[in-house]
Protein backbone atom coordinates (compact mmCIF):
# COMPACT_ATOMS: atom_id res chain seq x y z
CA UNK A 1 0.00 0.00 0.00
CA UNK A 2 2.27 2.82 1.16
CA UNK A 3 5.97 2.85 -0.74
CA UNK A 4 7.39 4.21 2.05
CA UNK A 5 5.34 3.94 5.35
CA UNK A 6 5.85 6.26 8.07
CA UNK A 7 7.39 3.58 10.72
CA UNK A 8 8.58 -0.03 10.39
CA UNK A 9 8.38 -2.61 13.27
CA UNK A 10 11.91 -4.57 12.85
CA UNK A 11 11.55 -8.11 14.32
CA UNK A 12 14.22 -10.21 13.13
CA UNK A 13 14.85 -14.03 14.22
CA UNK A 14 15.93 -13.59 17.58
CA UNK A 15 13.04 -12.02 18.75
CA UNK A 16 10.72 -14.97 16.77
CA UNK A 17 12.95 -17.53 18.46
CA UNK A 18 12.32 -16.35 22.00
CA UNK A 19 8.65 -16.07 21.58
CA UNK A 20 8.64 -19.88 20.61
CA UNK A 21 10.97 -20.96 23.90
CA UNK A 22 8.63 -18.97 25.82
CA UNK A 23 6.02 -20.66 24.58
CA UNK A 24 7.22 -23.95 25.12
CA UNK A 25 8.59 -23.23 28.78
CA UNK A 26 4.77 -23.74 29.83
CA UNK A 27 4.80 -20.08 31.94
CA UNK A 28 3.27 -17.80 30.37
CA UNK A 29 3.02 -14.24 32.39
CA UNK A 30 5.42 -12.61 34.99
CA UNK A 31 7.93 -15.25 35.55
CA UNK A 32 11.41 -15.53 34.08
CA UNK A 33 11.24 -13.40 31.13
CA UNK A 34 9.44 -10.47 32.89
CA UNK A 35 12.69 -10.39 35.70
CA UNK A 36 15.14 -10.49 33.37
CA UNK A 37 13.73 -7.60 30.99
CA UNK A 38 12.73 -5.60 34.10
CA UNK A 39 17.17 -6.50 35.48
CA UNK A 40 18.13 -5.61 31.61
CA UNK A 41 16.03 -2.58 31.97
CA UNK A 42 17.46 -1.45 35.46
CA UNK A 43 20.86 -1.83 34.16
CA UNK A 44 20.66 -0.39 31.07
CA UNK A 45 19.20 3.05 33.00
CA UNK A 46 21.38 2.69 36.18
CA UNK A 47 18.12 2.47 38.41
CA UNK A 48 17.53 0.24 41.78
CA UNK A 49 13.51 -0.23 40.36
CA UNK A 50 11.70 -1.39 37.23
CA UNK A 51 8.59 -2.40 36.60
CA UNK A 52 7.14 -3.71 33.42
CA UNK A 53 3.69 -2.94 32.57
CA UNK A 54 0.81 -4.31 30.08
CA UNK A 55 1.17 -0.53 28.16
CA UNK A 56 2.86 2.98 28.64
CA UNK A 57 -1.08 4.23 29.49
CA UNK A 58 -0.91 2.02 32.67
CA UNK A 59 2.82 3.18 33.57
CA UNK A 60 1.66 6.14 33.77
CA UNK A 61 -1.44 5.82 35.49
CA UNK A 62 0.35 4.06 37.90
CA UNK A 63 2.65 6.40 38.72
CA UNK A 64 0.37 9.12 39.17
CA UNK A 65 -1.40 6.72 41.94
CA UNK A 66 1.78 5.90 43.52
CA UNK A 67 2.89 9.80 43.78
CA UNK A 68 -0.68 10.08 44.89
CA UNK A 69 -2.68 12.42 42.63
CA UNK A 70 -5.98 12.53 43.50
CA UNK A 71 -9.20 14.41 43.93
CA UNK A 72 -8.69 18.39 44.41
CA UNK A 73 -5.10 18.36 43.12
CA UNK A 74 -3.84 19.55 39.69
CA UNK A 75 -1.30 18.14 37.47
CA UNK A 76 0.66 20.11 34.49
CA UNK A 77 0.92 18.31 31.33
CA UNK A 78 1.18 19.40 27.63
CA UNK A 79 -0.96 19.64 25.55
CA UNK A 80 1.13 18.80 22.29
CA UNK A 81 1.23 15.03 22.84
CA UNK A 82 -0.79 11.86 23.24
CA UNK A 83 -3.91 11.67 25.20
CA UNK A 84 -2.89 9.23 27.70
CA UNK A 85 -0.51 11.75 29.07
CA UNK A 86 -3.60 13.74 30.50
CA UNK A 87 -6.26 10.25 30.53
CA UNK A 88 -3.80 9.07 33.37
CA UNK A 89 -4.42 12.41 35.56
CA UNK A 90 -8.47 12.16 35.55
CA UNK A 91 -8.37 8.33 35.92
CA UNK A 92 -7.35 9.75 39.70
CA UNK A 93 -9.71 12.13 39.89
CA UNK A 94 -7.11 15.18 39.74
CA UNK A 95 -7.42 17.67 37.35
CA UNK A 96 -4.95 17.96 34.31
CA UNK A 97 -3.78 21.75 33.66
CA UNK A 98 -2.27 22.34 30.22
CA UNK A 99 0.78 24.43 29.44
CA UNK A 100 1.97 25.46 26.36
CA UNK A 101 5.67 24.20 24.23
CA UNK A 102 8.25 26.99 24.54
CA UNK A 103 8.93 28.33 20.80
CA UNK A 104 7.83 26.36 17.66
CA UNK A 105 11.35 24.96 17.26
CA UNK A 106 11.68 23.70 20.76
CA UNK A 107 8.18 21.87 20.95
CA UNK A 108 8.67 20.77 24.81
CA UNK A 109 7.10 22.30 27.72
CA UNK A 110 8.10 25.93 28.98
CA UNK A 111 9.15 26.53 32.11
CA UNK A 112 8.12 29.89 32.22
CA UNK A 113 4.46 28.77 31.48
CA UNK A 114 4.49 26.17 34.25
CA UNK A 115 5.24 28.84 36.90
CA UNK A 116 2.53 30.91 35.57
CA UNK A 117 -0.06 27.91 35.83
CA UNK A 118 1.22 26.15 39.94
CA UNK A 119 -1.40 27.30 42.35
CA UNK A 120 -1.46 25.76 46.04
CA UNK A 121 -2.91 22.55 44.32
CA UNK A 122 -0.75 22.01 42.22
CA UNK A 123 0.80 18.61 42.86
CA UNK A 124 3.20 18.02 40.23
CA UNK A 125 4.27 17.93 36.37
CA UNK A 126 4.05 15.37 33.49
CA UNK A 127 7.04 15.82 30.84
CA UNK A 128 6.83 14.32 27.57
CA UNK A 129 10.23 14.92 25.56
CA UNK A 130 8.60 15.46 22.32
CA UNK A 131 10.11 13.37 19.37
CA UNK A 132 12.86 11.77 21.54
CA UNK A 133 14.03 14.78 22.99
CA UNK A 134 15.05 16.01 26.23
CA UNK A 135 12.95 18.76 27.85
CA UNK A 136 14.68 21.62 29.82
CA UNK A 137 15.49 19.31 32.50
CA UNK A 138 17.65 21.72 34.75
CA UNK A 139 14.55 24.31 34.95
CA UNK A 140 11.95 22.36 35.24
CA UNK A 141 13.74 20.45 38.41
CA UNK A 142 14.70 23.22 40.05
CA UNK A 143 10.87 24.49 39.69
CA UNK A 144 9.63 21.63 41.38
CA UNK A 145 12.08 21.59 44.27
CA UNK A 146 10.66 24.93 44.91
CA UNK A 147 7.42 24.08 44.69
CA UNK A 148 7.59 20.74 46.03
CA UNK A 149 5.96 19.11 42.71
CA UNK A 150 6.18 15.20 41.68
CA UNK A 151 7.42 15.04 38.50
CA UNK A 152 6.53 11.95 36.31
CA UNK A 153 8.54 11.50 33.04
CA UNK A 154 6.19 10.60 29.87
CA UNK A 155 9.05 8.81 28.03
CA UNK A 156 7.12 7.06 25.49
CA UNK A 157 9.19 8.73 22.35
CA UNK A 158 12.85 8.84 24.25
CA UNK A 159 14.21 5.90 25.56
CA UNK A 160 18.15 6.13 25.36
CA UNK A 161 17.88 9.60 25.16
CA UNK A 162 20.50 11.77 27.43
CA UNK A 163 20.64 15.42 29.28
CA UNK A 164 24.09 16.19 30.76
CA UNK A 165 24.93 12.35 30.45
CA UNK A 166 22.45 11.57 32.25
CA UNK A 167 19.16 8.65 30.99
CA UNK A 168 15.67 10.74 30.43
CA UNK A 169 13.30 8.83 32.61
CA UNK A 170 15.51 8.40 35.69
CA UNK A 171 15.85 12.61 36.58
CA UNK A 172 12.08 12.85 37.52
CA UNK A 173 10.06 11.18 40.39
CA UNK A 174 9.01 8.24 37.64
CA UNK A 175 9.54 7.53 34.20
CA UNK A 176 7.45 5.81 32.05
CA UNK A 177 7.84 4.27 28.62
CA UNK A 178 5.49 2.77 25.93
CA UNK A 179 6.64 -0.53 23.98
CA UNK A 180 3.29 -0.07 21.31
CA UNK A 181 4.54 -1.01 18.07
CA UNK A 182 5.64 2.50 16.73
CA UNK A 183 8.14 3.53 19.41
CA UNK A 184 11.52 2.93 19.30
CA UNK A 185 11.37 -0.29 20.94
CA UNK A 186 8.06 -2.44 20.95
CA UNK A 187 6.42 -5.47 22.45
CA UNK A 188 3.52 -4.86 20.52
CA UNK A 189 1.50 -4.11 23.63
CA UNK A 190 3.53 -3.02 26.83
CA UNK A 191 5.56 -0.38 28.75
CA UNK A 192 8.35 -0.16 31.63
CA UNK A 193 7.80 2.39 34.91
CA UNK A 194 11.51 3.19 36.21
CA UNK A 195 11.92 5.28 40.05
CA UNK A 196 15.02 5.29 42.40
CA UNK A 197 12.29 5.55 45.27
CA UNK A 198 11.47 2.22 47.33
CA UNK A 199 8.26 3.57 48.68
CA UNK A 200 7.26 4.03 45.14
CA UNK A 201 8.62 1.06 43.80
CA UNK A 202 6.40 -0.84 46.40
CA UNK A 203 3.28 1.26 45.81
CA UNK A 204 3.12 0.31 42.07
CA UNK A 205 4.52 -3.33 42.76
CA UNK A 206 1.02 -3.69 44.62
CA UNK A 207 -1.20 -1.47 42.61
CA UNK A 208 0.15 -3.91 39.19
CA UNK A 209 -1.37 -6.80 40.67
CA UNK A 210 -4.65 -6.48 42.54
CA UNK A 211 -2.47 -5.21 45.89
CA UNK A 212 -1.96 -9.14 45.94
CA UNK A 213 0.53 -10.11 48.94
CA UNK A 214 2.38 -12.84 47.12
CA UNK A 215 1.73 -13.64 43.27
CA UNK A 216 0.97 -16.65 41.22
CA UNK A 217 5.16 -17.26 40.37
CA UNK A 218 6.31 -17.44 44.31
CA UNK A 219 3.34 -19.94 45.09
CA UNK A 220 4.49 -21.61 41.79
CA UNK A 221 7.88 -21.83 43.40
CA UNK A 222 6.68 -23.21 46.45
CA UNK A 223 7.63 -19.32 48.74
CA UNK A 224 4.11 -18.92 49.73
CA UNK A 225 0.60 -20.65 49.98
CA UNK A 226 -2.01 -18.65 49.76
CA UNK A 227 -2.41 -14.35 49.73
CA UNK A 228 -3.76 -11.41 51.04
CA UNK A 229 -5.16 -8.24 49.68
CA UNK A 230 -4.55 -5.42 51.27
CA UNK A 231 -5.89 -2.27 48.81
CA UNK A 232 -7.11 -1.52 45.73
CA UNK A 233 -5.43 -2.46 42.74
CA UNK A 234 -5.09 -3.76 39.36
CA UNK A 235 -4.19 -6.13 36.80
CA UNK A 236 -1.25 -4.11 34.88
CA UNK A 237 0.91 -7.02 34.31
CA UNK A 238 3.09 -7.83 31.22
CA UNK A 239 3.27 -11.58 29.86
CA UNK A 240 6.24 -13.74 29.08
CA UNK A 241 6.12 -13.52 25.71
CA UNK A 242 6.01 -9.74 25.38
CA UNK A 243 9.41 -9.43 27.67
CA UNK A 244 10.83 -12.11 25.57
CA UNK A 245 10.62 -9.88 22.92
CA UNK A 246 11.57 -7.00 24.66
CA UNK A 247 14.62 -8.48 26.38
CA UNK A 248 15.91 -8.35 22.78
CA UNK A 249 14.80 -5.34 21.38
CA UNK A 250 16.90 -3.38 24.27
CA UNK A 251 19.82 -5.05 22.87
CA UNK A 252 19.34 -3.48 19.94
CA UNK A 253 17.85 0.03 20.74
CA UNK A 254 21.30 1.93 20.67
CA UNK A 255 22.21 0.57 17.43
CA UNK A 256 18.34 1.53 16.69
CA UNK A 257 18.73 4.95 18.05
CA UNK A 258 22.28 5.44 16.39
CA UNK A 259 20.79 4.53 13.03
CA UNK A 260 17.88 6.57 13.58
CA UNK A 261 19.65 9.84 13.70
CA UNK A 262 21.60 9.23 10.90
CA UNK A 263 18.54 9.30 8.78
CA UNK A 264 17.54 12.43 10.89
CA UNK A 265 20.26 14.24 10.26
CA UNK A 266 20.18 13.28 6.67
CA UNK A 267 17.04 14.93 6.77
CA UNK A 268 18.23 18.12 7.95
CA UNK A 269 20.96 18.18 5.34
CA UNK A 270 18.71 17.70 2.27
CA UNK A 271 15.80 19.71 3.55
CA UNK A 272 17.20 22.89 5.68
CA UNK A 273 17.50 25.33 2.74
CA UNK A 274 13.69 24.94 1.98
CA UNK A 275 12.09 28.03 3.05
CA UNK A 276 8.47 26.67 3.01
CA UNK A 277 8.79 25.07 5.88
CA UNK A 278 11.17 25.12 9.03
CA UNK A 279 12.94 22.11 11.25
CA UNK A 280 12.05 21.76 14.76
CA UNK A 281 15.20 20.47 17.10
CA UNK A 282 18.09 21.81 14.41
CA UNK A 283 19.22 22.75 17.63
CA UNK A 284 18.48 20.91 21.04
CA UNK A 285 19.93 19.68 24.81
CA UNK A 286 21.05 16.49 24.80
CA UNK A 287 21.17 13.47 23.59
CA UNK A 288 18.00 12.70 21.53
CA UNK A 289 16.49 9.28 20.72
CA UNK A 290 15.10 10.21 17.60
CA UNK A 291 11.43 9.07 17.58
CA UNK A 292 9.53 11.87 15.06
CA UNK A 293 11.04 13.57 12.55
CA UNK A 294 8.52 16.53 12.45
CA UNK A 295 8.55 19.26 9.75
CA UNK A 296 6.99 23.19 10.62
CA UNK A 297 5.26 23.98 7.52
CA UNK A 298 4.64 28.30 7.13
CA UNK A 299 0.73 27.45 6.99
CA UNK A 300 -2.17 25.24 7.12
CA UNK A 301 -2.35 25.59 2.62
CA UNK A 302 1.03 24.18 2.59
CA UNK A 303 0.44 21.67 4.88
CA UNK A 304 -1.94 20.74 3.36
CA UNK A 305 -0.06 20.78 0.20
CA UNK A 306 2.66 18.65 1.35
CA UNK A 307 0.33 15.76 2.87
CA UNK A 308 -2.05 15.65 -0.10
CA UNK A 309 1.08 14.96 -2.48
CA UNK A 310 2.70 12.58 -0.47
CA UNK A 311 -0.17 10.81 -0.17
CA UNK A 312 -0.27 10.58 -3.57
CA UNK A 313 3.20 9.30 -3.87
CA UNK A 314 2.56 6.86 -1.50
CA UNK A 315 4.41 8.14 1.77
CA UNK A 316 2.63 7.97 4.25
CA UNK A 317 2.89 11.03 6.98
CA UNK A 318 1.49 11.79 9.98
CA UNK A 319 0.61 14.68 12.60
CA UNK A 320 1.85 14.68 16.17
CA UNK A 321 0.08 15.86 17.80
CA UNK A 322 -4.00 17.35 17.60
CA UNK A 323 -3.74 19.20 20.79
CA UNK A 324 -5.35 17.30 23.45
CA UNK A 325 -6.97 20.19 24.93
CA UNK A 326 -9.28 20.34 21.43
CA UNK A 327 -10.60 17.25 21.67
CA UNK A 328 -14.66 17.29 22.86
CA UNK A 329 -14.20 15.11 26.07
CA UNK A 330 -11.43 17.82 26.85
CA UNK A 331 -13.09 21.15 24.99
CA UNK A 332 -16.32 19.74 27.42
CA UNK A 333 -14.70 19.25 30.70
CA UNK A 334 -11.46 21.72 30.96
CA UNK A 335 -13.12 24.86 28.41
CA UNK A 336 -11.31 28.00 28.82
CA UNK A 337 -7.76 26.29 27.34
CA UNK A 338 -6.03 28.61 25.20
CA UNK A 339 -2.36 27.39 24.75
CA UNK A 340 -1.68 30.06 21.20
CA UNK A 341 1.56 28.31 19.81
CA UNK A 342 0.27 24.39 20.23
CA UNK A 343 -2.59 25.41 18.43
CA UNK A 344 -0.83 27.54 16.25
CA UNK A 345 1.22 24.23 15.24
CA UNK A 346 -1.54 22.09 15.01
CA UNK A 347 -2.37 23.82 11.65
CA UNK A 348 1.44 23.31 10.80
CA UNK A 349 3.37 20.15 11.41
CA UNK A 350 3.90 17.15 9.84
CA UNK A 351 5.89 13.74 10.94
CA UNK A 352 7.60 12.19 7.79
CA UNK A 353 8.35 8.94 7.34
CA UNK A 354 11.41 7.43 10.03
CA UNK A 355 12.79 4.30 10.96
CA UNK A 356 16.02 2.66 11.69
CA UNK A 357 16.02 0.63 8.48
CA UNK A 358 15.04 3.23 5.87
CA UNK A 359 17.50 3.36 3.11
CA UNK A 360 18.67 6.40 1.21
CA UNK A 361 16.73 5.82 -1.45
CA UNK A 362 13.23 5.97 0.46
CA UNK A 363 14.65 9.07 2.02
CA UNK A 364 15.66 10.24 -1.11
CA UNK A 365 12.34 10.10 -2.78
CA UNK A 366 10.27 11.25 0.06
CA UNK A 367 12.86 14.65 -0.08
CA UNK A 368 12.14 14.82 -4.03
CA UNK A 369 8.48 14.70 -3.55
CA UNK A 370 7.87 17.21 -0.72
CA UNK A 371 10.41 19.68 -3.18
CA UNK A 372 7.89 18.50 -6.07
CA UNK A 373 4.97 19.49 -3.62
CA UNK A 374 6.25 23.05 -2.98
CA UNK A 375 7.11 23.71 -7.16
C1 LIG B 1 2.48 5.98 22.90
C2 LIG B 1 2.40 7.02 23.92
C3 LIG B 1 1.79 6.81 25.17
C4 LIG B 1 0.97 5.61 25.52
O1 LIG B 1 1.52 4.40 25.35
P1 LIG B 1 0.61 3.08 25.11
O2 LIG B 1 1.63 1.99 25.27
O3 LIG B 1 0.06 3.17 23.74
O4 LIG B 1 -0.43 3.04 26.17
C5 LIG B 1 1.84 7.83 26.09
N1 LIG B 1 2.42 9.00 25.82
C6 LIG B 1 3.00 9.25 24.63
C7 LIG B 1 3.65 10.57 24.40
C8 LIG B 1 2.99 8.28 23.63
O5 LIG B 1 3.54 8.56 22.44
Same mark, same amino acid.
Given at each position: ???????????????? %? &???? =??? &?????M?? /?????? %?? #? *???? %?????? @????????????????G???????????????????????????????????E???????????????????????M????????????????????L???????????? $?????? !???????????????????????????????????????? +????? =?T?? #??????? @? *????????????????????????????? $???????????????? !???????? =????? /???????Y?????????????? *????????????? &??????????S??????????????? +????K??????????????? %????? &???? @?? /?
Open positions: MWRVPLSKIEIEKDEI %D &SVIN =TLK &SGWLSGE /QVKTFE %DE #W *KKYF %DINYAF @AVSNGTAALHLSCLAAFGPGDEVIVPSLTFVATSNAVIYCGAKPVFVDVNTDDLTLSTLEIEKKITSNTKGIILHYGGYPCDMDSIITLARKYNVIIEDGAHCPGA $EINNTK !LGTIGDFGCFSFFPNKNITTGEGGMIITKNVRYANKIKSL +RSHYM =TLT #WDRHQGH @A *KSYDVTGLGYNYRLDELRASIGIKQLQKL $EFNNQKRGKIVNRYIN !LLENEKDF =TIPFV /QHRGKSAHLFVINTNNLFNKN *KIEDHLKKMRIQT &SFHYPPVHLFYYKKHFPEVTLPITE +RLSNLITLPLFPSMTYQEQ %DYVVK &SIKD @AM /Q
